[in-house]
């Protein structure tokens, strides 16, 4: 059942597992009706995010109220994109840098590229495997949000998980480079909080207006 609150558009990583995002989808559905439109990355294109952020605002043209941007790991560098050249269109934003478990040790999905260039050192140092080494660079080497983030005027929660030391930098760091941003810690939340606990993001999202 999907309730009657605002719209809702979920942007997610390329790389986001499917049950993860049909989770969401699921608790975001409890607040309004959602919107999840899939995106990759053409490797060969000068700007990576021209063609989803066009995508997206699409699916944000058939909507009748400004929606609210949920995003997720790398969709949150997309949400941002989106935001900025949608106007009023976007009533606000929640994102979730965050990371995602692969296997014993987690793998950055978006850290510290939530404001420059992901050291390809960081995700050595966590042993994850070429292949999701290569992936993840290639959707944020270009990335530098920082110019993109002062373009959003929207009110925006940014949330971090206590128990994830590892992406308090990135969350924070994000949320002071948007003009209306607040970090929003959560209080036992670790590493996966919203694969594991997607409901904690669909509260966000149905109380979505920060504190200025």
Do not use: K
């Not at 949608?86 to 965050?98: E, K, N, P, S």
Request: with cysteine; charged share 20%; glycine share 8%.
């Amino acid at each position: 059942m999907t309730a009657a609150g605002p719209a809702i558009l979920l942007l997610t990583s390329p790389l986001a597992r499917t049950a993860d995002v049909d989770g969401l989808r699921a608790a975001l559905a409890l607040v309004g009706p959602v919107t999840a439109p899939g995106w990759a990355i053409d490797r060969t294109a000068p700007d990576l995010l021209a063609a989803p952020a066009a995508e997206a605002g699409a699916a944000l043209g058939r909507t009748s109220s400004p929606v609210v941007l949920c995003g997720v790991g790398s969709g949150a560098v997309l949400a941002l994109r989106v935001a900025a050249e949608a106007g009023d269109r976007v009533a606000g934003l929640v994102l979730a840098t965050g990371r995602r478990p692969s296997g014993p040790r987690p793998v950055l999905v978006l850290h510290r590229a939530a404001a420059d260039l992901l050291p390809l050192a960081v995700l050595q140092r966590l042993h994850a495997p070429e292949r999701l080494l290569l992936q993840t660079l290639d959707l944020v080497r270009p990335q530098d949000v920082r110019p993109l983030a002062a373009r959003v005027p929207q009110p925006s929660r940014v949330a971090w998980g206590r128990r994830d030391p590892l992406d308090r930098w990135a969350a924070a760091r994000l949320a002071a480079a948007l003009p209306a941003g607040r970090l929003v810690p959560l209080d036992d939340a670790g590493p996966g909080w919203v694969a594991r606990s997607p409901e904690r993001l669909a509260g966000l999202v149905a109380t979505r207006a920060p504190e200025r």
